[in-house]
């Protein structure tokens, strides 16, 4: 077992507010982890740590260290849109850009420097295939992304993410605004998508981090209240905490 | 007595929107009588002959047409640019409040005041004479308000998880606001222009000292020709030569023209601002 994405004493904050506190995490390569926990409890905010996404707010400040392979993501030396390719990320919110829906894929690849032709085609192509979506939007290539159902917008998403070549891909609860089927469908391809990818998938859906998930994480107020191999959080939590969010108790 | 007050209420309330109509309606009908009686063919593509009381105002319809153009041309994207900073780059404080506030006060400020300004700035200083240049440039500045707040509302309406999404693939800040910002916003920036467009053809005050002319048979060569404009044309017909009675109706149906072109043009904006909210689907 690879470790890939590791954090050593991590704390955050919004301004005054205490948001992750000491967290300590150790995320292995090519598996699912879920980050579960109720509303509020930093999960997110922990997810956009690992691609840095929380720079984009005021007034955030991290200290700690979050290791990508070893390496500091926070450390002075590094791009961070070379991060931001390396960690892909699909949101909660289905967000596609009004454009195309091979655009929408090519957007990435656009960004880092890579020109129309059929390298750039063949790519685009491949993430579409990998991402399950193939099937329904070959020949229409060129429609609308937003002439698409909630479910395929959500697995355009997660091909524009596959197109950059990440090696780890965060989901930021990624099937909040689906539909059963769609869901399935998503989660499925989270399954598949592991044997290449380190995946890391935020949900407050207990039994979505059941079905899911290789490893769980549990978090509450900003603690990480526990992690371990889903079955063993699931069957035999060491803390109550979890036991008692697991039941129902709270959450 | 409640029920009174609602009676009332209704009545007051459907009474001022039945006098705006017949106002409107009466303005609109007045203006279409008069003006229909000159308007063919000849009279929207022929020069103005016999001292102007006779032939056509096509000079004129050219004109507006060139200032129009000319004024979007500067404006737009000097208005695109201003929005972009003070939505994404400029951080909330005093300095933005204060450009805000300078952009709403150029709104307020009354038209022959650019005109004075048009005419200290660009016909003297800048030395562009009365021309279609300084006309453009001045009737620009005008509308510059116009664009800076339809699109800066346009960029603010671009849901923030389209910027989210450009971030985490590893794009910068200026990749995001030109590859997924702009595009999305762009239909609401376009019809700001139009109707800045439909603006600056109808106004008369800010190319009085800068670009008009009173009486031009040709068309103009360059941009440092000085045109002649459909509202300008009007203000000429009614204040000057000495024969009224052939003048005023050539001046209803510039009129007429001059209505027709901005309620076309603001028709256009509000078409386009119906279908684009119809194709949005975010």
Not at chain 1, 23 to 49: E, H, Q, Y
Not at chain 1, 57 to 75: A, E, F
Not at chain 2, 214 to 231: C, T
Not at chain 2, 258 to 275: C, K, Q, S
């Amino acid at each position: 077992m690879v470790d890939k994405v590791v954090t050593e004493n991590l704390d955050f904050w919004y301004g005054d507010t205490h948001v992750l506190k000491n967290i300590n995490i150790t995320i292995p390569d090519k598996a699912v982890t879920a980050i579960m926990g109720p509303s509020g409890c930093g999960k997110s905010t922990l997810l956009r740590v690992f691609n840095r996404l929380n720079d984009l707010i005021d007034g955030t400040r991290i200290t700690g260290k979050v290791l990508l392979d070893g390496k500091d993501i926070y450390s002075e030396s590094i791009d961070v849109s070379n991060l931001r390719r390396r960690v892909g990320m699909v949101f909660q919110s289905v967000n596609p850009f009004p454009k195309s829906i091979f655009e929408n894929v090519a957007y990435g690849l656009r960004i880092h420097g890579w020109r129309s032709g059929t390298k750039l085609e063949s790519r685009v192509i491949d993430s579409i295939k990998a991402a399950a979506l193939w099937d329904e939007v070959n020949g229409s290539l060129h429609k609308s992304a937003l002439d698409l159902s909630g479910g395929q917008q959500q697995r355009l998403c997660i091909a524009r993410a596959i197109a950059n070549e990440p090696e780890v891909i965060l989901f930021d609860e990624p099937c909040s605004a689906l539909d059963p089927i769609s869901t399935a469908k998503v989660e499925e391809l989270i399954e598949e998508l592991k044997k290449k990818y380190t995946i890391i998938i935020v949900t407050h859906n207990i039994q979505q981090a059941a079905r899911v998930s290789d490893y769980t994480a549990f978090m509450l107020l900003g603690d990480l209240v526990e992690f371990d191999r889903t079955e063993q959080i699931f069957t035999t939590p060491k803390d109550e905490r979890t036991e008692n969010y697991l039941t129902g108790k709270f959450g | 007595m409640r029920k009174q007050k609602e009676f009332l209420g209704l009545l007051l309330v459907r009474f001022s929107v039945l006098f705006v109509l017949i106002s409107l309606f009466i303005i609109l009908m007045f203006v279409a009588v008069r003006g229909f009686e000159v308007i063919d063919i000849g009279f929207l593509l022929e020069p103005p002959r016999a001292g102007m009381t006779k032939g056509g105002i096509f000079p004129a319809i050219i004109g507006t047409f060139y200032l129009a153009m000319g004024s979007i041309l500067f404006a737009l994207p000097l208005g695109v640019l201003s929005a972009i900073y003070l939505t994404e780059y400029a951080r909330l404080g005093k300095w933005v409040r204060a450009i805000k506030i300078g952009v709403n006060a150029l709104a307020g400020v009354p038209s022959v005041v650019f005109g004075l300004f048009g005419l200290a700035i660009f016909v003297k200083f800048f030395g562009f004479g009365v021309s279609i240049l300084a006309g453009s440039l001045t009737l620009g500045i005008l509308i510059l308000p116009t664009i800076i707040r339809a699109s800066e509302e346009a960029i603010i309406a671009v849901p923030r998880t389209f910027r989210e999404a450009s971030f985490a693939l590893g794009a910068s800040k200026w990749q995001t606001v030109t590859k997924a910002v702009l595009p999305s916003a762009l239909p609401g920036i376009l019809t700001g222009a139009i109707l800045g467009i439909g603006r600056a053809a109808g106004e008369t005050a800010p190319i009085l000292f800068t670009a008009a002319t009173f009486y031009q048979r040709r068309l103009p060569h360059s941009v440092l020709d000085e045109v002649m404009a459909l509202p300008y044309h009007i203000y000429a017909l009614m204040t000057e030569g000495t024969k009224p009675e052939f003048q005023v109706p050539i001046a209803y149906g510039t009129a007429l023209v001059l209505l027709l072109l901005v309620l076309g043009i603001n028709l256009a904006a509000i078409i386009l601002r119906t279908r684009i909210r119809r194709a949005k689907k975010w």
